[in-house]
């Protein structure tokens, strides 16, 4: 399974931004898909996940209402970001492999990107 993140860059506090996670390889669209970020020297923390089935989804308290996610079946996930914050700057990871009781802790995948950073500018 190989997973690859696009969409980041540098934009303004209030921006919007939507990332994507292409998965290529052995797909099963029954795995949760999950997106993680790290800031500068921070630990990795969970964003939002996602079940295989799409219904249901979960979110970090810190981007709820201001993040989506959605996927389109095993081939990709998307995190629509809206009403960016400098705090959110980060690299975004995309992940999958797991099941949705425990799509929102990061050691349950064993499938990741390599990142797309985000920055948000003041």
């Known amino acids: 399974v190989q997973l690859v993140e696009s969409g980041g860059g540098l934009v303004q506090a209030g921006d919007s931004l939507r990332l994507s996670c292409t998965v290529s390889?052995?797909?099963?669209?029954?795995?949760?898909m999950g997106w993680f970020r790290r800031a500068p020297g921070k630990e990795r923390e969970f964003v939002a996940a996602?079940?295989?089935?799409?219904?249901?989804t979960r979110y970090a308290d810190s981007v709820r209402g201001r993040f989506t996610i959605s996927r389109d079946g095993a081939k990709a996930a998307y995190l629509q970001m809206m009403d960016l914050k400098p705090e959110d700057t980060a690299t975004y990871y995309c992940?999958?492999?797991?099941?949705?009781?425990?799509?929102?802790?990061?050691?349950?995948?064993?499938?990741w990107g390599p990142g797309t950073r985000v920055t948000v500018s003041t």
């Open positions: 390889g052995r797909t099963f669209e029954h795995y949760a």
């Open positions: 996602i079940s295989g089935s799409g219904s249901t």
């Open positions: 992940a999958t492999g797991t099941t949705a009781p425990a799509m929102g802790f990061a050691r349950s995948y064993p499938y």
